[in-house]
């Protein structure tokens, strides 16, 4: 028969299961931080989407404006070449 170790057997329980602990604790901590990290890239694509919202919101404004006062001139325009073809004409006779 085998003689006794020279180490308390209640030693080595203890850290066989201390080591068996560490062991079950690894998937536990890798998926904490998987779910971490993707909390983390979610909440970057949802303020990054907001982000980019905003700022089409301001270009489609500032579009609209030059929209209007394209309008707003081509009138003037039309008014401003019947004036000078008016004058022009009254010029000539």
Do not use: C, F, H
């Not at 998937?27 to 303020?47: D, T």
């Amino acid at each position: 028969m085998a003689k006794d170790p020279a180490v308390n057997k209640q030693i080595t329980d203890s850290i066989t299961q201390v080591n068996t602990k560490v062991l079950a604790d690894n998937p536990a901590m890798a998926m904490g931080n998987l779910y971490a990290s993707m909390g983390a890239a979610l909440s970057n694509a949802g303020n990054n989407a907001t982000n980019a919202q905003q700022q089409a919101a301001i270009t489609v404004q500032a579009a609209t404006i030059q929209g209007v006062n394209a309008l707003g001139a081509v009138g003037s325009a039309v008014l401003g070449r019947a004036a000078a073809a008016i004058t022009e004409k009254d010029g000539s006779q």
